[in-house]
């Protein structure tokens, strides 16, 4: 069934440059709109082609209704996410770990615009990515688009290891996203796959994702989201 509402709290921890957090929330009430993106992939990886139209509307007109204050336990520190005059939340951040991984994080929003809802997601793994390796900061991802591309990263226990290559340069531009169980180790973007990116500059980004949604009304999605972030930056597609 479509929903005319949806949103997201997503929360993150990291280790790179420093241990740090961060906890957000965003909603949208959308007008339906006939979408011009296009997805295929499989298990695995999903391929998003999207043309840039240049119109500020095209996805539909956007207001920014509120779910109220947003609690999120479970963590090393409590997070509150409160929504300005504009509808848009103040990120919550901090300096250390959020957790490690395994760890129930409990989420629940008081309501408004936005039903009240009340939702949990197990904490993914803190793992780090070990190939490919991370340039150095300001250098580009060096990506060859002709051949598979592996990934590895030391195991963790939950959550699935995302790779996202964003051509955002392209038009239309594309998007590969894969991702794999935490627990393997590694994983492989196939050459089929890596072959539909446009050569140019693009963006990359790896994290370990857990995600759930909860049905905050008939008319209301909201995503959970908890990742480790791994890494990111810019990337060149050759």
Not at 37 to 62: H, K, L, N, Q
Not at 184 to 193: D, Y
């Amino acid at each position: 069934v479509a929903k005319s509402g949806y949103g997201s709290v997503s929360v993150g921890t990291g280790k790179s440059p420093a241990p740090n957090y961060f906890g957000s929330a965003g909603f949208l009430k959308v007008t339906p709109s006939s979408g011009s993106c296009t997805s295929s992939g499989d298990a695995t990886c999903t391929i998003t082609e999207c043309p840039m139209t240049g119109a500020a509307g095209a996805a539909g007109a956007p207001t920014y209704p509120t779910a109220g204050a947003i609690q999120i336990t479970g963590g090393a520190d409590p997070l509150s996410l409160s929504p300005n005059a504009t509808g848009a939340y103040t990120a919550a951040t901090g300096t250390k770990l959020l957790f490690q991984g395994g760890e129930t994080l409990s989420i629940s929003a008081k309501g408004a615009d936005v039903p009240a809802f009340n939702g949990s997601i197990v904490a993914p793994s803190v793992v780090d990515l070990l190939t490919p390796t991370v340039p150095a900061v300001g250098q580009p991802l060096s990506v060859d688009g002709s051949k598979a591309f592996p990934l590895t990263w030391s195991a963790g226990t939950t959550g699935k290891v995302t790779f996202t290559i964003n051509a955002y340069t392209a038009n239309p531009y594309v998007i590969v996203s894969c991702a794999f169980p935490a627990s393997a180790g590694s994983g492989e973007i196939p050459a089929a796959t890596m072959a539909k990116l446009p050569k140019g500059m693009a963006s990359w980004a790896a994290q370990n994702l857990a995600q759930s949604t909860v049905a905050a009304s008939a008319d209301w999605d909201v995503q959970l989201i908890a990742t480790a972030q791994l890494g990111s930056g810019l990337a060149t597609v050759k």
